[in-house]
C-alpha cells in the first residue's frame, strides 16, 4: 500500500504498522479503523503519521528475519572451537577480519 492520507476537513491521517525489521507499511486509516475510533485519534493527532508499534512479545529480536542473528553465533562458535583447538587470537582476527579485541570478547565471552 502506498502513504494514503485519510482527509476529514483539514485532517489527514496515515498510520505506521509496525512489522519488525521489514520496511513500515503506511495504511489509511480509514481502510483498518472504525470511523468512532478514527475521530478519537483525530482529537489527538492531526494531518500527522502515526506510529504504532507492534504489542510486546510478537517482536523479533534483532536479526531473527534476516538469519544475521543466526549466522553470527555459528561464526563464533567456529572461532571458540578453533581457539580452543590452537589457533592464536591475532590468527583468527585476520581469518575473519575482525579486530583482535573483537576476537578476545567472542572467546574469552562466558555461555549463559
Do not use: T
Amino acid at each position: 500500500m502506498n502513504l494514503a492520507g485519510l482527509s476529514y476537513g483539514l485532517c489527514n491521517l496515515a498510520i505506521s504498522i509496525d512489522g519488525g525489521a521489514k520496511p513500515m507499511k503506511y495504511v489509511s486509516a480509514s481502510e483498518i479503523l472504525p470511523e468512532y475510533l478514527l475521530h478519537e485519534i483525530q482529537k489527538y493527532v492531526h494531518g500527522s503519521v502515526l506510529y504504532i508499534p507492534s504489542p510486546e512479545g510478537r517482536r523479533k529480536k534483532w536479526g531473527q528475519i534476516s538469519g544475521q542473528r543466526e549466522y553470527l553465533q555459528k561464526r563464533n562458535l567456529e572461532i571458540k572451537q578453533l581457539f580452543r583447538m590452537g589457533r592464536s587470537i591475532d590468527q583468527l582476527a585476520d581469518s575473519y577480519c575482525l579486530s583482535e579485541d573483537s576476537i578476545r570478547k567472542i572467546v574469552y565471552k562466558k555461555e549463559k
